[in-house]
């Protein structure tokens, strides 16, 4: 089972973000802060899980969280700042709409600029060390999939329902016959 926490005597939010290597669609980023005493032999990081059981974590989550949220920068801001700048905004944008204000940050991965004077650690593969980063995967992960689902039935040429935005060869042949849409990164290599 992955760790409760990195430290134990104040509220802790586990960071994540998924959508870093689109090429179409935002950049989404969660924030979770679980109960010290949470314990869930079922949660790992969200590309080690099928979509149905990420489904039912999600409201597992949600429901035992003392805390939650998400945060979102779109690709036009990705062209605007880059995606490593993205990301660290999407994840700021998350902690910020927390009902709980964490007093430290563990952040998946090993970037990430001061928020708010709040404590951080950038742990690398933190989505397979601690149970709230993990769960910030999670709920991350199931927003930007919904949201490019829905994205999908008004762009089906592209196969976002199962791709989800991500460079695969029906995604690439849907940008070389149709061009590309608004919700496409021109920043990145599209084909």
Not at 64 to 86: F, M, R
Not at 92 to 114: M, S
Not at 117 to 134: E, Q, T, V
């Amino acid at each position: 089972m992955l760790k409760s926490y990195f430290q134990n005597k104040i509220h802790e939010a586990g960071c994540d973000e998924v959508g870093r290597g689109c090429i179409a669609g935002p950049v989404v980023a969660g924030a979770v802060i679980l109960p010290k005493d949470y314990k869930n032999n079922d949660i790992k990081d969200s590309k080690l899980i099928s979509k149905k059981r990420r489904r039912l974590l999600d409201l597992e989550i949600k429901k035992n969280a003392l805390a939650w949220s998400t945060g979102l920068v779109n690709n036009k801001q990705i062209d605007k700042i880059n995606i490593l700048n993205s990301s660290i905004l999407a994840i700021q944008k998350a902690i910020d709409k927390l009902k709980i204000t964490p007093r430290f940050i563990i952040v998946d991965g090993n970037q990430f600029k001061p928020f708010k004077d709040i404590p951080y650690k950038c742990i690398i593969k933190g989505d397979n060390k601690f149970l709230s980063i993990a769960a910030a995967s999670i709920i991350a992960k199931n927003y930007r999939d919904k949201l490019m689902t829905n994205l999908s039935k008004k762009y089906k040429m592209y196969s976002w329902e199962t791709n989800y935005g991500y460079p695969t060869l029906k995604h690439k042949k849907g940008i070389q016959t149709y061009g590309i849409t608004k919700y496409h990164r021109k920043s990145f290599k599209l084909i």
